[in-house]
């Protein structure tokens, strides 16, 4: 690491391989590229482990923020759908756009998502109410978008006025 600017630059010394197909090579680079990021105070706004193993599950993590509430969506990487397949089988991804609802769902893993902070925690898609917590067990499909909301308050109600222009229109 050498100061460079107001900023650092990190000589890593090797050649990523972000194709790797193998998983302890994906592993390795994800590893690698959460450190370098935290160090610079970049964090994911979710931590995705396994239940069993505690490792980080490969997910694509969005936040959006409209004022107290905060809205996190997330999918699993579709490419967790390949393991089991051979590499010949899986030469890409987009190859896999065969793969049908029932193929995703099959290879669901137990995760637990770890939140920034105590909240009262909903499921959007599910219709659920998880509880007030930090984090939650659930099960991740591959490409199977989830959506998850952390409140400061537990909602009591929800109510829908529409003006007389509105109801007409």
């Known amino acids: 690491t050498n100061s460079y600017g107001k900023g650092q630059a990190i000589y890593l ?3 990523p391989r972000y194709g790797s197909r193998e ?3 994906r592993k390795l680079l994800r590893d690698v590229f959460a450190n370098i ?3 610079a105070g970049l964090r994911s706004p979710l931590r995705v482990t396994g239940i069993a193993d505690y490792e980080l599950i490969s997910c694509e993590v969005n936040e959006f923020v409209n004022g107290d509430m905060r809205i996190f969506g997330l999918m699993r990487s579709i490419d967790s759908a390949e393991k089991g397949r051979s590499t010949a089988e899986n030469s890409s991804i987009a190859e896999m756009a065969g793969l049908t609802m029932n193929d995703l ?3 669901k893993v137990k995760a637990k998502i770890i939140f920034p902070e105590v909240g009262y ?3 959007l898609r599910g219709h659920k109410y998880l509880g007030k917590t930090s984090n939650i067990q659930t099960e991740l ?3 199977i978008a989830r959506v998850f909301v952390l409140l400061p308050y537990r909602v009591q109600g929800v109510e829908l006025k529409l003006s007389r222009e509105r109801l007409s229109a």
């Open 23 to 25: 998983e302890d090579s």
């Open 105 to 107: 769902l099959k290879d």
């Open 121 to 123: 925690i909903y499921d």
């Open 141 to 143: 499909a591959p490409g």
């Open 37 to 39: 990021l935290g160090e």
């Open 13 to 15: 010394n090797f050649l």
